[in-house]
Each structure stands twice: as C-alpha cells, then as structure tokens.
C-alpha cells in the first residue's frame, strides 16, 4: 500500500483503520480490517534538524490488531505532519509556532490532547464531562 505522502498515511490510519493486506490473508485471518481502530502512540516532540539540515519529524501508530506503523517525514512534509499530530483537538487548528511549548497538552482518560490555546482545552474538557454525565444517566435509567 503507498501513500501519497505521510499526512495522508496518518489519516487513512488514524479514520480508516491498517491498510488491507492480501485479500487471501485477510479471509483466512476473518478479521475485518474495518473494526480495527488505529491511535498514535508516539510523536516527535518537536520537528528535529537532521545533521544535514533536513527537519525531520515521525509519528508512531498503533492498531487494535497488534500491527504497528512508523510514520516519517523530511522537509517541509515534517513540517505538515507535526501541524497534523498537534493540531488542536477541539477546533482543528494547526499550532502557530512549531514549538511543543507553545502548545497546551491535557491527559485525560490516559489519552494526550493538544490545544492551541488554554480556551479550547477547557470547552473539551467541559464537553467531555459532560457526555460523561450522559453515559452515566443511562446506565442508571
Ligand atoms: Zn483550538
């Protein structure tokens, strides 16, 4: 399977699930690839200057079914990979600085978040709980 660049390789995991292998493996395994779901489990923490000056920047993806990805990017693709990995949870908007400090990272349930700013970390926050709350009324009702 290729991918046109290492953005869209992150989408098509992160939405789509792994890529399919062979249509044989795939029946003799019986796993539909399409329930497997797909979460980064490590990123660059800033986009880092190789010895040759080109930036570099990687992801690492991990799958319900055990497979995992290593996603890399040079140039200005690491650039639009590492605005992909932290663009902000809650209104998709890219960091505006290419600096992990610049950005606001929250832990919640054991997942990182990040945010482009302090506003949009606290709406997620507040939306979140309250969802909680739903879940929770119908388990009791
Ligand atoms: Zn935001």
Do not use: W
């Not at 890399?72 to 990979?81: T, V």
């Amino acid at each position: 399977m290729h991918y046109p660049d290492s953005i869209t390789a992150l989408q098509q995991l992160l939405f789509s699930g792994p890529p399919p292998t062979s249509a044989s493996a795939e029946e003799e395994s019986g796993i539909d690839k399409k329930n497997i779901h797909c979460f980064i489990t490590k990123k660059s923490q800033n986009i880092s200057n190789m010895r040759n000056g080109v930036k570099y920047c990687s992801v690492e993806v991990s799958c319900d079914d055990g497979s995992q990805y290593g996603i890399q990017a040079f140039g200005n693709e690491a650039i639009d990979l590492y605005k992909e990995i932290y663009k902000c949870s809650m209104c998709g908007m890219p960091p505006k600085e290419l600096e992990k400090s610049t950005l606001v990272e929250e832990r919640i349930d054991g997942t990182s978040y990040s945010f482009d700013n302090n506003g949009c970390a606290l709406i997620f926050k507040k939306l979140r709980s309250v969802m909680g709350e739903d879940k929770e009324e119908e388990h009791t009702a």
